[in-house]
Every structure is written in C-alpha cells, then in structure tokens.
C-alpha cells in the first residue's frame, strides 16, 4: 500500500510539473496552488480551527500536514498555543514566543484532500495561466500581433491571438476592412487590461502607430536604427503621412523607405488597401518640413511665427486645391504631422498682403517640392 501511494505521490509530481511546461506557469506557482487547497481541504474535513501549513514536497510528491503553535508559558488556547514544556519535547531548544510545528497529517487525508481541493486547484490554474497571457501581452503592448477572428459579438471582433482572445472593436476597425469570420487579421495592441474572464487585450487597425509598426517590419534600415520615423499622421482608410530622415549622410530617407519602383513599401500599402500614403523628408527646419508635409503640393514660400507655431505658406494659384486637399484633409495631415498652425493661400490670394511684424519668411530651398518657375522665352 505504501509502495502504490508512493507512486501515485510521484505521478502527481509529473503531472503537475508537465502541466505548468503545457500552460507555461511556474512551478512553484502550481505548488502553492496546491498547498493551498490542500490547507482549505484539511479545515474543511478535519480541524476548522487549528492554525496549519500544508506542505507539498517538490522532489517525491508527498504532503503533510503541520499544526503551527506558539510556545507560551501558560497555555490559554490549546488550539494554537503550546506549553514550553510540552514544547522542548518537539524542538528542543525552542524559545518563548517561537512556533513549532507538529504534525498532524492524516492517514486517509490524501484522497479526500484531491476530491475536495479538486475545483480550487483549477481555479488558481485559471487564475496562473491569466496572470502569465496578461504578462505576455503587457509585454507586447504597442506591438503588432496576427490573428484568426473566431466570432463577431455586438460588432466586435472577436480574435485568437495565440492561447488568448483579443478585441477589435468597429471604431477601431478602417472603413475600407472587409473581414468576416475564419479571416486573418493583422492588428496593433493598443491596450491590455485585467477583467474578470481573464486579460482582455484590445487591437486597432486605425492607429497612427499601426502604420509605424508596419513600416518598421519593412524597411531593413529603419530596424538598423539608420532611419528614424519622426513622426506618423493618419486618417484611416483614407491618407496618412509618414516623415523619416536618414541618420546617414549616403543613404536618402524617403527613397530607401519606397524602394526601386516602390518594392519596399508596396507591402504596406497592401495591408492598408486602397488608403494613399505620403513618405515626406524630415527636416530639423520647420520651413521646409512644413513644406515637405504639405506634399504633393508644390510650396512657393513659408512665413513663421515662432512663438505659438503659426506659419503661412503661399502655393501656386493652380495647386492650392491640392494643398488644402479634399475637405482639408492634407493640410490637416500636415499641421499634425508637424506641430504647426498651416495657413495656405494661392499668390493670387496673397499679393497683396503685407507680412505682418510677428512673421518672418524662411529659406525653403531644401523642399522637396519648392515651386520653380520655368523662365520665360524670350522673343526673337
């Protein structure tokens, strides 16, 4: 009898331990777990009231059961105290005020501690196996993740991410996604919270920083840390602006982030369908970022005013449609890509205005898109 429970003690050691390499929870994590339901199962059965530590040994599987008791001069509650005489016979060399532990596990305590520790064991495992998938995406916040959507509730998308599901909810979704069931899904995590059910990780495909994250994944460079992303501004499903700068004086920013023929980037203009993409050159000048975000238009010239970042910037009469943009989006795009207030006018609309004290025009030579009149001809 011995030799069989033996045995099963080890069996449980294995299984226990195999189940936290399964689950990906620590092993001491489901060894307290255990102790403890073990402990809620012996006062439950046996003593209510005694004061005992439940210990699971972690090499042979066995357990017992110890009654902890202070050692006292004169014992008031024989629940909890314990005489020094009495005492010195368990732990010889004991003190007042010390607690010994006196065993007291019972012969048939093995099989109904499993029966009735049976459901609070699971229920840590629940609660372990939560706490690991919230650490795991804590981690992962701010990072992009793929995933199967397994079912739609109140509009939600519902999404397995690994051994969790994540939550993409329709304001977070772009207006030109089209997914239905049993589809894959890419998606940025945009925030981890603890619920009752477990961790509920929450996704966007609209952030500014999903774009980043694509872009990122995609261009060799930017992951090498010799072109950064300054800055990210996007209307989802509709046009977004994206400024980098190369931190090597041989390697240009914008035309290695598109490729030859547009190779690089096409990847992320696939994932964001039919939504237009801007990659502008970051300048430490604001004149000429503010011209280079205002792309595709052509910039005739940039007044600032530095102290509230109000700028002015005077288009060609036959471009200021495109500058502005289709219900103001691209100036919009700009003025947040930039930091800067962006007023536009046409030369016709500015000529006759005079700059005022605060504003001082700058250098725009280095734009991108500097509008350059072609000279006129001559006649013969």
């Known amino acids: 009898m011995a030799v069989r429970r033996k045995k099963e003690e080890l069996r449980l050691i294995d299984a226990l331990r195999d189940l936290c390499v399964e689950k990906e929870i620590s092993p001491e994590v489901m060894f307290d777990a255990v102790e403890s339901a073990l402990k809620v199962a012996y006062k439950k059965n046996f003593n209510q009231d005694d004061n005992v530590e439940v210990v699971l040994d972690?090499?042979?599987?066995?357990?017992?059961?110890?009654?902890?008791?202070?050692?006292?001069?004169?014992?008031?509650?024989?629940?909890?105290?314990?005489?020094?005489?009495?005492?010195?016979?368990?732990?010889?060399g004991c003190e007042i005020d010390d607690v010994v532990e006196i065993e007291v596990t019972p012969k048939n305590f093995g099989r109904i501690a499993a029966q009735a520790a049976k459901q609070l064991v699971v229920q840590k495992l629940r609660e372990a196996e939560r706490g690991v998938i919230y650490d795991e995406f804590t981690n992962r916040e701010s990072d992009l993740v793929r995933g199967k959507i397994v079912r739609v509730e109140d509009g939600n998308f519902i999404v397995e991410v690994g051994k969790t599901e994540a939550i993409l909810v329709p304001s977070e979704q772009s207006p030109l996604d089209n997914y239905k069931i049993g589809d894959w899904v890419r998606a940025y995590i945009i925030e981890v919270k603890k619920g009752g059910k477990g961790p509920q990780v929450y996704l966007s495909r609209t952030h500014p920083n999903f774009l980043r994250r694509l872009v990122e994944i995609e261009i060799p460079e930017i992951q090498e840390g010799i072109i950064e992303i300054k800055g990210v501004a996007r209307e989802a499903g509709s046009r977004a602006k994206i400024a980098v700068v190369s931190k090597d004086p041989n390697i240009e920013a914008v035309g290695s982030c598109l490729g030859q023929r547009g190779v690089r980037i096409q990847p992320v203009l696939d994932e964001l369908g039919d939504e237009k993409l801007d990659i502008i050159a970051w300048s430490p000048k604001a004149g000429v970022y503010v011209a280079n975000a205002l792309s595709p238009s052509k910039i005739v010239s940039v007044a600032l005013n530095d102290d509230d970042k109000n700028c002015r910037v005077i288009v060609p009469d036959n471009q200021l449609s495109l500058a502005i943009g289709k219900e103001g989006q691209n100036a919009r795009l700009a003025a947040r890509l930039t930091g800067w207030k962006i007023d536009i006018k046409s030369v016709k609309q500015a000529r006759n205005d005079v700059l005022p004290d605060y504003m001082h025009e700058v250098d725009i030579s280095e734009a991108a898109a500097v509008f350059k009149p072609r000279p006129k001809k001559g006649r013969r």
Not at 66 to 71: A, I, T
Not at 75 to 92: H, L, M, R, T
């Open 58 to 92: 972690r090499e042979d599987g066995s357990f017992h059961v110890y009654s902890l008791k202070s050692v006292v001069e004169e014992v008031s509650d024989p629940v909890i105290e314990i005489s020094k005489e009495d005492a010195e016979k368990i732990s010889p």
